[in-house]
């Protein structure tokens, strides 16, 4: 092998950045402006619910899309229940929209309702489960507004305590958390 264990000297001048290198620079630079200006488009603030908070839940009606806040769903009505549930520990307080103040504010001739989660997960939800003293849209348990992390920032919850109806593989299958979209089923 020759110049086996001789040392190659190169000059500082075989270092320097070529034409090419600068071209690809720039275009580097280009691309990365480019992508950031996509992602500031994409992460910037939500459309303003009808109280000026960002939307939390977007109703679909046959008429219209809503986009609301916490406060607009507690503008249209208020309710509390204590309650056991099987994903919690203990004696839960929540404090949301009765589904039957929602079906009267939005659900006109619904028969259903197809809820979904932040996940995709999705559930139809008869209008028949809307009855006085039954399930609520809840937005805050234990005194405080759910975030993603507990469950929130909606939970369809009924009061399980209160009829063993409400303690089976179906209704815990509707108690829809996480809950982003809700859209109404008119009858046929």
Known sequence: MAGAGRAIRLSPRQFAPTRSVH?????????????LSVLAAVVAPPAKGQDGAAPLLTVVTPQAEHALSRADLVAIGNASFTTHTIWTEGEQDFTGLPLVDFIRAFGAGAVSLRAQAINDYTVIIPVADAVEGGPMIA???????MTIRDNGPFWLVYPYDRNPDYRTEVIYARSIWQLERIEIVPAP
């Open 23 to 35: 071209m690809r620079s720039a275009a580097v630079r280009s691309l990365v402006a480019t992508v």
């Open 139 to 145: 937005h805050t348990r234990n005194g405080a507004p």
